[in-house]
């Protein structure tokens, strides 16, 4: 089993959290959400919020923080090989109730089918809300131009 090992990321004026599937590899290696360079989640938000790219860490919960935003995964802990998604079994959910509790969260966006399948299987009763599924930033997303994703993506804001 790997484990999550990414705190959530929220303050108190988030009103919309973004929920992904797992960390991968190279996020949890970095010990943060997206560290995958090829993902395009950061260039997705600086394109939404018209920021510069954030580079850092703290320049990333600047950028999360400052719109109102809150960061987690659906996945607590769970089986996988590597970063596939498609490999992932055996999947304890995060509390994200537990979030919602502690936030101004309205909102709920899933990045990707995937965390939009576990969310809907773990998470949507809990917490008695939809979640609106957002064209997955992950580089396997190949289909999904950044300007196509970053029009989608608009809605968050």
Same mark, same amino acid.
């Given at each position: ?5 990414? !705190? $959530? ?13 797992? !960390?991968?590899? *190279? ?6 959400? /997206?560290?995958? &360079? ?15 790219? &954030?580079?850092?860490?703290?320049? *990333? ?31 304890? $959910? ?23 399948? /576990?969310?809907?299987? /773990?998470?949507? *009763? ?8 957002? $064209? ?22």
């Amino acid at each position: 089993m790997v484990l999550h090992n990414i !705190p $959530p990321l929220y303050g108190e004026k988030s009103e919309t959290l973004i929920l992904g599937s797992f !960390p991968s590899v *190279k996020s949890r290696e970095a010990e943060f959400f /997206y560290g995958h &360079p090829q993902n395009r989640f950061w260039r997705v938000l600086a394109g939404v919020f018209s920021a510069p790219v &954030p580079e850092t860490v703290a320049q *990333k919960k600047k950028l999360v923080l400052e719109n109102g935003l809150a960061l987690w995964d659906v996945i607590a802990e769970c089986e996988i090989t590597g970063s596939a998604d498609t490999s992932i079994k055996n999947v304890k $959910p995060n509390d994200i109730a537990g979030i919602i509790e502690k936030t101004a969260v309205s909102r709920i966006f899933v990045n990707g089918k995937t965390a939009e399948k /576990y969310y809907i299987r /773990y998470i949507e *009763k809990t917490v008695e809300q939809k979640a609106i599924c957002l $064209p997955s930033t992950s580089p396997a997303n190949a289909a999904w131009s950044l300007d196509r994703l970053i029009n989608a993506w608009q809605i968050i804001k």
